[in-house]
């Protein structure tokens, strides 16, 4: 399994850029922000954690259509499906899953904070962001990894894995603004928001591979 991590590693950052296009358009959206809502700073900062988890959840949708594509164009994919139960595919994913993240998302998760002083968040804003970030984006590559399962054989995966993936990732970003806005905000909490969201990360650490392996398992079928 270990073997598999790096090499996973190794083509999610050299495949299509990998991390250096996910962290180029996170950048680029954040860059974006002040030209729509003026030069008014103080509004920059309120609504700093929001922008900077939309961005990072738009950016990692980007390599999702590679997760398993390499593998599938290989033959790697098939042999896997057919050698493995659905425990040994399901373990599998979950390391492809950690290897993505590690190679295509961890680097937006190191940029956030020099993006958040972009902003002109508060040092207490741009740290609870990150973490929030650092504990959260996993959730959406979980999520993501289903996606890409059922759309590994499609042409124009790419686009489908973005409308079937979105509208489940909607309570991470909730959980996660909240958590984010919580640590800069008197009467909003920081640890009940982030709690869940950790929570749901590790819901969705079991769930995310669980259906995955069973997506890849009835289209090789």
């Known amino acids: ?8 590693i190794r083509l999610s950052i050299r495949a299509g850029g990998g991390a250096l296009i996910g962290v180029i358009f996170f950048l680029a959206v954040i860059a974006t922000i ?9 509004l920059l900062s309120r609504i700093g954690p929001a922008i900077l988890w939309i961005a990072a959840l738009l950016a990692c949708l980007l390599g999702l259509d590679r997760l398993f594509q390499a593998d599938r164009e290989d033959g790697a994919l098939d042999l896997l499906v057919l050698n493995s139960d659905r425990q040994m595919l399901a ?5 492809k899953c950690l290897a993505h993240w590690t190679g295509s998302v961890l680097p937006l998760v190191v940029a956030a904070p020099l993006l958040g002083l972009f902003m002109n968040m508060e040092p207490t804003g741009i740290g609870a962001t990150a973490l929030t970030l650092l504990v959260g984006t996993p959730a959406i590559t979980f999520i993501g990894a289903a996606g890409a399962a059922v759309a590994v054989a499609l042409p124009r995966g ?5 409308v079937l993936v979105l509208p489940l ?8 603004v909240s958590a984010s806005y919580g640590a800069v905000a008197d009467p909003a909490p920081f640890l009940q928001p982030f709690l869940i969201l950790a929570a749901l990360t590790l819901f969705l650490a079991v769930v995310g591979p669980l259906s995955a392996a069973l997506a890849l398992r009835h289209g090789t079928d």
Do not use: A, C, K
């Open 158 to 162: 790419g686009l489908l894995i973005s």
């Open 169 to 176: 990732t909607i309570p991470v970003l909730i959980f996660g």
């Open 91 to 95: 373990l599998t994913v979950l390391v």
């Open 1 to 8: 399994m270990w073997s598999l991590f790096l090499r996973d």
């Open 34 to 42: 002040p030209f729509g809502v003026g030069p008014d700073l103080n």
